[in-house]
């Protein structure tokens, strides 16, 4: 039970809408009228705000962490990889919006975080690498998931790498009109477009 309890846990943090909210509380209207539609921090940039984004991505982010990090406290080291996979997909699909929202990158960070600082730090600096030489932002998170995979893979062995490969194939999944894109040629860059 306490690992349904946890995932449950991960579902419910994961699924608050920040993107959403602090576009509406900002007075720029609904975010998922602009850009890709999505409550994440890449579209909220499009609105402009830089700050507005940066605390989207912040708050993506923790609410991630702090699933895992209360799942683990109060229901136990094994639920933790529940949680993380509960709050990925609660941010992926809330139910309060139609089970409509982001692609998970932020999140899906802040979880690998409570579950492993390393893998966050290398899915992190990957991230961040590959944007400032690509300007990319769908290349860079995937860019940055795949290392997590590999990072938890080799540091933690199995107990570790099967939550983060899942919430790895699944933010692919997620991506897959932005790989069709890369593909194509023609994704944006950050700032831009979808």
Known sequence: MNVAY?????????SI??????????????????????????NVLRTGNKKLAAATLALDFLKGAVAVWIAHAVFGTETAGFAAIGAVLG?????????RG???????????????????????????????????SSASA??????????????GGWPLFWPVALIVIYVFIRHHANIRRLLAGTEPRIGQGK
């Open 102 to 136: 982001g692609k998970g990158v932020a999140t899906a960070l802040g979880v690998f975080l409570a579950l492993a600082w390393p893998v966050f730090v290398a899915a992190g600096l990957t991230w961040l690498t590959m944007a400032k030489i690509s300007r990319i």
């Open 17 to 42: 809408p920040f993107g959403l909210i602090l576009t509406q509380a900002a007075g720029l209207g609904d975010i998922r009228a602009i850009g890709s539609g999505n409550i994440g921090a890449t």
């Open 91 to 99: 941010h992926c699909h809330p139910p309060w919006l139609a089970f």
């Open 142 to 155: 995937l860019t940055g998931m795949a290392v997590a995979a590999l990072v938890a893979l080799l540091w």
């Open 6 to 14: 946890a995932g449950i846990l991960g579902l419910l943090l994961g």
